[in-house]
């Protein structure tokens, strides 16, 4: 596991001037809210900070919405940002843990455990007092990053339904409860309302302080996974979500319990509610 999962404000502004840290601004808005994640970018972020473009690092011919990319395409991707295998990647938001677990986990697909999330995000560096810069930001001197696939944390859809009679493996549902248990609709057109059957449900922000957006202590880590029904150290979790971002969170929230093997349902609820041979639970109709 990486050193360093999450890392501090405190800590991120005395490693700024490190020439192996890269820090990453991957803050990401739903689909239904009218902001652009890299005007917001140019108006202000962390000094040095380089764009990570969550729906721009994906598989160009998936039509589902930013699907993994390839080995090859990632590679490509980081080495264009300025990104080595010898780099500490720092990623963060702007809304203190959302989206920025997504490229943490995605820099551990391909074989880069040297990441580490931001912990409470551009809120918690703002917070503290620590400047911010503005701007067009400077273009990265290119490199060379070699991914290395670990396909042990990534799921696809055929494998979540294998996974349906008798599976091995849990599924949890960072998505908040009234989607989960199909009461509210979906925020994405043409999605069905509920859940994948037998899945259990803890919405990513019971995992954070609700003032700070900072991940809770590990104890209050492992009291909510506990109350949301997995089994600590027993059980093989496979996260999903919306669209693959939130899941993402758990699968932090998890790797800092000391879980390794936790896996990301990438197409989540943006592929298996929009497909008809996806069996759905929808207790809202029951």
Not at 17 to 34: E, F, G, I, N, R
Not at 59 to 65: E, G, S
């Amino acid at each position: 596991m990486s050193h360093f999962p999450l890392v501090s404000v405190q800590w991120l502004k005395g490693a700024l001037s490190d020439p192996k840290v890269v820090v990453l601004d991957a803050t990401y808005h739903l689909p239904t809210v009218s902001r652009d994640a890299r005007a917001e970018y140019i108006a202000g972020r962390i000094p040095g900070a380089r764009f990570f473009d969550v729906d721009g690092v994906a598989d160009p011919t998936d039509p589902l919405p930013h699907m993994v990319p390839t080995p090859e395409q990632f590679g490509e991707m980081m080495g264009a940002l300025g990104i080595s295998n010898d780099s500490h990647v720092v990623c963060y938001d702007s809304y203190g843990i959302f989206s920025a677990a997504r490229p943490w986990w995605l820099f551990r697909l391909y074989g880069h455990e040297n990441v580490s999330v931001l912990d409470g995000g551009l809120p918690a560096w703002q917070a503290a007092g620590y400047e911010t810069e503005s701007g067009p930001a400077p273009v990265p001197e290119p490199t060379e990053f070699s991914p290395s696939f670990r396909p042990e944390l990534l799921r696809r859809v055929a494998e979540v339904q294998a996974n349906l009679e008798g599976g091995k493996e849990v599924v949890l549902d960072a998505r908040a409860a009234n989607r989960f248990d199909g009461s509210a609709p979906e925020p994405r057109p043409g999605t069905r309302s509920g859940h994948i059957p037998g899945s259990l449900n803890l919405p990513f922000t019971t995992l954070l302080d609700s003032d700070t957006k900072k991940m809770l202590n590990v104890h209050g880590l492992e009291s909510a996974f506990r109350k949301a029904g997995i089994k600590l150290g027993r059980d093989k979790v496979v996260t999903s979500c919306g669209s693959g971002v939130t899941a993402c969170v758990l699968a932090l929230g998890l790797h800092l319990l000391g879980d390794d093997t936790v896996a990301v349902y990438d197409g989540s609820w943006s592929e298996w509610g929009t497909r008809s041979d996806t069996p759905i639970t929808n207790p809202s109709k029951a």
